[in-house]
């Protein structure tokens, strides 16, 4: 990163940019403006996708080039070009996934300074990029909100940062980690202490903007000092907009917050109700659920309550304006150090007369808000535009901090400061809140995610919470910033990067309809004039007619430009916060169809912050940590010239099982590594023969069959012969061998679960029997129909009738298990009859005879299902489905795969991987005509 790059007034001295040299920051500054200027005024340059909504006058008010921009950065190729390394094939590159615990809180100075609606504590990504990068390297977030990865980027070069974490660091820069070595503790290599270079994008104007600022190095001290400036001055002009009269006396005291309320009618008189009079019992510490209307004793509850609505000509929009009616109930104020609560008297409301008259002078945003799924609480209150989600006073003052910002020569610095506090503190979706068990209410700032107003706003002096609560900790943050990164604002699914040119990406994505961030964001976009671009937006919202499909389009593009820009054999982390399975899958498919392959996937416990093994694909219930890589180039040279082979199978495997944790260690036991499940690697096998449109050449047994010949199996888990002496040597220190846990849910995993069972264990049907049912709990899938024990043994397993040598696999159970049969013939009557009528798992030849059998039956039943003539299919085996679609896959029949989709329920689809993979692809290759 360049750490010559500062947000300097003009008097700084020669400063060095891009390798050129410069006679001022504000030199720098005016150069590439012009640069940008005459980009801005190419048309194609705006029609690049997720372009924001705004003036050329305001994209350049905001940017500071080539550093930041506020629309996509045409200088990112001029950044690569000089801090990145090109693509050497080769340079070496090995690494396993990141798989250890990680403990980090969600606070600290850069995590509190500025709120917004997700943030990845810098910390946890530190430790990412310390193992995944070197000194120098380019790491890159394409959705990255406030700009933590790039915090975390720099800090990798902090010594004292990077101890914070447990790492030592020696004097040659050289991190050690400590580890457990045969019971005892050591120090091992890690990593390397310096700097990396970051690039940052986000599709809104506002994230980016915060972004830049924890990535821009500038003189603190200098900026506090105009920071001070400015409140001060401001202060002297308005603070007399937080100034009240003790009672009965003179005295004046400083207003510390002010409480609002809602006024509602009685629906029995049609009587004023004051929300904050008749419903709140400061002394039990609550709010009443039933309600007593002052006027007529009647007895109410807020839902019965019609809103009382104020009328008045609004100045700057020149007409009247019908607004949900709200008043001032009670005032906290302080006379030097001793805090006062008061009524407001006509003093105090003609305060609020005078502020109405002086804002005529003053620029605020008026933009009226727009439709969307969060944004009808404040309409369905009459608040349709920006202004109207401010008292008069706190729009007056915050519109003259705004002025005087535009005049700072640290102007994009105190607009940051501002709009820490203007969001969460200023707006009247701040509130008090009474908590249980009759305790004092306290004051909050809005509901995170929301757009939500309480009917106990709370008005807050702004002037006081910038200069108490934020100044400090703002100066104190940006302290910590020791170079400057590069950010613009566009989408994710059109990065002017060039192609494998990015070490390292770590990513914490939008999540389906979890928040909605445009609409979020809206007000602090309206100050600055520039917008997002929502058609690019990556969610799933109702108002812009955007569905999980949509969605899941919108990641595959950014997850396909994201691949683009990394070089071959590097690493992306994905952080995923969604409790929704379909979310989930969506993810997944998208990753699997942009050409990554995951290789681990952690839960991040939020309370405790760290990571655990995670087996269950189908029911999230914590976020979850996604390790995927983009194979070397030589994997997919070599798969372009042998084709859909058999050798490209076991190509891709030995490349995919070195990517994969060797060993995971929690608490001292092993852990089970489920991307070594040999079935999962079939899926992702699968599913990169499916990404190259190339029919897999082998079926699920052959492929079993083949890993057991080629790689060494431990405990449930393959390995390359290489990898197995690490995995080995753990297992000798632990008593118990890892377990996978499984979860029956559908047939395929019923299926999975008699697997193991039988291989440990043949059994009778009645010994299974009780067992299996115990697994077949409320986690079964709600349309898919339940197959009967029998019939799953039928179709998959192999049953010894009593005739001929007892199989090897029960005779190998029977003779560890019972002494009496140890060392008898595989013909002998007590064994025979020991082994007559349990199942048992049939060896590799057998088991392709019973699965082409099984694949015969499924697709006859995928037959009925395309003749179902019916709107939507009630009951089904997903089994059925997935081999039909498989069938059509394979004769390139993609519109059957559409049309029966067509007939799925759409949670079905979306939560089931395999479906919505070959789903997807259908549609890809419909739509391009294929």
Not at 269 to 292: M, R, T, Y
Not at 763 to 769: C, D, I
């Amino acid at each position: 990163m360049s750490d010559l790059f500062h947000n300097h007034a003009a008097k700084s001295g020669p400063v060095e940019c891009l390798g050129q040299t410069f006679p001022s920051d504000e030199a720098r500054r005016e150069h590439y403006l012009k640069l940008l200027a005459e980009k801005l005024k190419d048309p194609e340059f705006r029609k690049i996708e997720g372009f924001p909504l705004g003036s050329d006058e305001d994209i350049l008010a905001l940017s500071d080039p080539p550093y930041y921009t506020a629309c996509p950065n045409p200088f990112i190729e001029d950044f690569v070009r000089y801090y990145g390394k090109p693509y050497d094939s080769s340079i070496r590159y090995s690494k396993e996934p990141f798989a250890a615990d990680v403990s980090e809180g969600r606070s600290g100075l850069f995590y509190d300074a500025h709120s917004y609606h997700t943030k990845v504590p810098h910390k946890a990504i530190m430790r990412y990029i310390l193992y995944y990068t070197n000194p120098g390297d380019l790491v890159a977030d394409t959705f990255c909100g406030t700009g933590m990865t790039g915090v975390a980027a720099q800090l990798c070069g902090s010594r004292s940062a990077v101890e914070e974490l447990g790492y030592r660091v020696e004097s040659d820069g050289t991190i050690l980690e400590s580890a457990q070595e045969n019971g005892k503790a050591i120090w091992r290599k890690f990593s390397k202490l310096g700097e990396r270079n970051v690039i940052l994008n986000d599709l809104s104007p506002a994230a980016a903007f915060i972004a830049t600022n924890y990535n821009t190095k500038i003189n603190v001290l200098d900026f506090k000092i105009e920071a001070e400036r400015i409140l001060r001055k401001v202060e002297q002009k308005l603070g007399w907009l937080y100034e009240t009269k003790h009672p009965n006396s003179e005295t004046k005291g400083k207003v510390n917050y002010i409480i609002w309320s809602d006024v509602f009618s009685c629906p029995e008189c049609a009587g004023e109700i004051v929300f904050w009079e008749s419903a709140v019992d400061l002394s039990a510490g609550k709010v009443l659920e039933q309600i007593e209307c002052p006027h007529c004793s009647s007895e109410v509850t807020k839902r019965s309550l019609d809103r009382s609505w104020t009328n008045y000509i609004d100045p700057k929009l020149g007409n009247s304006v019908k607004i949900a009616k709200q008043i001032p109930v009670l005032i906290n104020y302080s006379i030097g150090k001793k805090r006062h609560e008061k009524k407001p008297d006509k003093d105090d409301l003609q305060i609020l007369t005078k502020a109405t008259s002086e804002i005529k002078g003053y620029d605020y945003p008026v933009n009226e808000i727009p439709d969307g799924d969060k944004t009808g609480e404040p309409i369905r209150m009459g608040i349709n535009h920006v202004h109207h989600f401010y008292t008069v006073r706190n729009l007056l003052v915050l519109s003259a901090l705004r002025a005087e910002a535009k005049e700072s020569p640290y102007r994009k610095t105190i607009e940051f400061l501002i709009n820490s506090y203007d969001l969460t503190h200023s707006t009247m979706m701040s509130r008090l809140i009474f908590k249980s068990g009759g305790q004092k209410p306290v004051l909050t700032g809005y509901q995170s995610g929301t757009l939500y107003f309480s009917s106990l706003p709370v008005e807050k002096n702004i002037i006081e919470g910038i200069r108490k609560q934020k100044l400090g900790i703002i100066s104190d943050s940006l302290a910590l910033v020791r170079s400057s990164g590069v950010v613009q604002t566009g989408s994710a699914t059109s990065l002017n990067t060039p192609s494998s040119s990015v070490d390292y990406l770590f990513i914490d994505p939008p999540f389906g309809a979890n928040i909605m961030y445009s609409e979020l964001n809206f007000l602090s976009e309206a100050w600055c004039g520039i917008f997002t671009n929502t058609k690019s937006e990556a969610i799933e919202n109702k108002t812009q007619n955007k569905d999980l499909d949509d969605y899941r389009k919108l990641m595959s593009d950014s997850f396909k430009e994201a691949y683009r820009i990394l070089k071959p054999g590097r690493w992306m982390t994905v952080e995923f916060s969604n409790t929704q399975a379909a979310v989930w899958n969506s993810i997944q498919t998208s990753l699997q169809e942009a050409g990554f392959v995951v290789a681990n996937v952690s839960a991040l416990d939020k309370k405790q912050g760290s990571f655990n093994a995670v087996n269950n694909k189908t029911s999230v219930k914590q976020d979850l940590v996604i390790s995927a890589y983009k194979p070397n180039g030589g994997l997919e040279d070599r798969f372009a010239k042998a084709g859909g082979s058999e050798d490209s199978v076991w190509d891709f495997v030995r490349t995919h099982l070195h990517y994969l944790p060797t060993v995971k260690v929690k608490h001292g036991e092993l852990e089970f590594i489920s991307e070594r499940d040999p079935r999962i690697i079939f899926d992702r096998m699968v599913a990169w023969f499916m990404r190259h449109n190339t029919p897999v050449p082998m079926s699920s047994h052959e492929f079993q069959s083949g890993l057991t010949q080629r790689f060494v199996e431990r405990d449930g888990m393959v390995f390359l012969p290489d990898q197995v002496a690490e995995y080995d040597k753990k297992r000798l220190q632990v008593a118990v061998a890892p377990q996978m846990e499984m979860f029956v849910s559908d047939e395929r995993s019923a299926i999975d679960w008699l697997s193991d069972f039988l291989k440990r264990r043949p059994s009778t049907y009645q010994e299974v029997s009780p067992e299996f049912m115990g697994q077949l709990g409320a986690g079964w899938k709600k349309h898919e129909a339940k197959p009967e024990l029998s019939a799953l043994l039928e179709d998959n397993f192999l049953k010894y009738d009593g005739t001929g040598e007892v199989p090897s696999q029960i005779h190998s159970y029977l003779s560890s298990n019972h002494k009496d049969l140890r060392g008898l013939e595989k013909n002998s009557p007590a064994l025979v009859a020991k082994a007559k009528d349990r199942w048992y798992v049939p060896d590799p030849n057998k088991a392709q005879d019973l699965e082409k059998k099984r694949e015969k039956a499924l697709l006859k039943e995928f037959d009925h299902y395309r003749a179902f003539t019916g709107r939507r299919l009630k009951e089904f085996r997903l089994e059925a489905l997935r081999a039909g679609f498989r069938a059509a896959w394979g004769n390139k029949d993609y519109q059957t795969i559409i049309d029966i989709a067509k007939k799925v329920p759409d949670e079905a689809l979306q939560e089931d991987e395999k479906l919505l993979t070959l789903y997807d692809l259908a549609l890809t290759r419909t739509e391009d005509g294929i």
